[in-house]
Nanobody, 115 residues
């Protein structure tokens, strides 16, 4: 089992930056893939970025070149650096971890981008 706690969300103007953090605890050594998802009002949850155990990253087309996923293995923390934020990035952002096909989720953190 893994517990995930996100932080770092907030209100920012368009063009600004935020860094989200996700602190993991529990059987973190068993995590296969970690990622960030987001869900805007009235929309389905979507993948933003993910990173594998080998450090291979993948990004949604809408955030490529603006967002960067990274992790601090020693401290079991996952990050999402978000630059050049746009109004359409407004959503609740969730941290996700996959262990042997089982998905674990954090509680989410709100990111609001004003025009």
């Amino acid at each position: 089992q893994v517990q995930l706690v996100e932080s770092g969300g907030g209100l920012v103007q368009a063009g600004g930056s935020l860094r989200l953090s996700c602190a993991a605890s529990g059987t973190t050594f068993a995590i296969n893939v970690e990622g960030w998802y987001r869900q805007a009002p009235g929309k389905q949850r979507e993948l933003v970025a993910e990173i594998t155990g080998r450090g291979i990253t993948k990004y949604a087309d809408s955030v490529k070149g603006r967002f960067t996923i990274s992790r601090d293995i020693a401290n079991d923390t996952l990050y999402l650096q978000m630059n050049g934020l746009k109004a359409e990035d407004t959503a609740v952002y969730y941290c996700n971890a996959l262990i042997m096909g089982n998905a674990y989720w954090g509680q989410g953190t709100q990111v609001t981008v004003s025009e």
